[in-house]
């Protein structure tokens, strides 16, 4: 098992719509590695994604959003969360990718990602094989089983307005799009 927790609708399909196309007009930049601002681009051997600034008034609502089921995820996860990461809108082209790692709170590694104790991921759009403009293929949020356990893989369903969260040291990747674009928020809850 795979720790995590889905919870349907945090955001109307008209939000998810609107947010889509604000990310895909907004200025934007390559993503950085740890998303600390100022950082240089991540090596596009590891991440390759937009990351878009969005108006104060998205923000303000993707922060009320996060705020708001912040008790339902320290029920779920038995933890006592702080601070909320800034958000990032993410933007994955065909071809868009990130591969297997963990967002933080591993013992081994002493930098800021230490903070971070639940990781959260809102769809904004829907992962489809038959092709649509409305859905993209491919991008697929898989988290990884524990190392010491059983291989275990564990794409989790893209539905628009759908939050998905886990610990953050828990494994995990986006396969590359290959059809269309890919839309998420991406934010971290830090402890206590
Ligand atoms: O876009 C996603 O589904 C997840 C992105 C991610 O893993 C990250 O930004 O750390
Ligand atoms: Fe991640």
């Known amino acids: 098992?795979?720790?995590?927790?889905?919870?349907?609708?945090?955001?109307?399909?008209?939000?998810?719509?609107?947010?889509?196309?604000?990310?895909?007009?907004?200025?934007?930049?390559?993503?950085?590695?740890?998303?600390?601002?100022?950082?240089?681009?991540?090596?596009?051997?590891?991440?390759?994604?937009?990351?878009?600034?969005?108006?104060?008034?998205?923000?303000?609502?993707?922060?009320a959003v996060l705020v708001e089921h912040k008790p339902a995820l320290e029920r779920h996860f038995g933890l006592a969360l702080g601070q909320i990461e800034k958000p990032q809108f993410l933007h994955y082209r065909e071809g868009d990718f990130f591969v297997p790692h963990q967002d933080g709170n591993t013992p081994l590694i002493h930098d800021e990602s230490r903070f971070r104790k639940v990781s959260a991921v809102i769809f904004l759009n829907r992962q489809a094989e038959d092709p649509s403009?409305?859905?993209?293929?491919?991008?697929?949020?898989?988290?990884?089983?524990?190392?010491?356990?059983?291989?275990?893989?564990?794409?989790?369903?893209?539905?628009?307005?759908?939050?998905?969260?886990?610990?953050?040291?828990?494994?995990?990747?986006?396969?590359?799009?290959?059809?269309?674009?890919r839309f998420t928020v991406v934010s971290w809850y830090r402890g206590a």
Request: net charge neutral; aromatic share 4%.
């Open 1 to 63: 098992m795979i720790d995590h927790i889905q919870i349907a609708g945090v955001l109307d399909e008209a939000a998810c719509s609107a947010l889509c196309a604000e990310i895909r007009t907004a200025n934007g930049r390559a993503a950085e590695l740890l998303g600390r601002d100022g950082q240089k681009p991540a090596w596009p051997e590891i991440r390759k994604t937009r990351r878009a600034t969005v108006s104060p008034a998205t923000e303000a609502l993707i922060n």
């Open 133 to 181: 403009s409305q859905t993209y293929a491919g991008g697929s949020l898989v988290l990884h089983g524990h190392y010491s356990g059983p291989e275990l893989r564990v794409a989790m369903p893209a539905l628009p307005g759908t939050l998905v969260a886990f610990r953050s040291e828990t494994t995990h990747e986006v396969t590359p799009v290959t059809r269309n674009e």
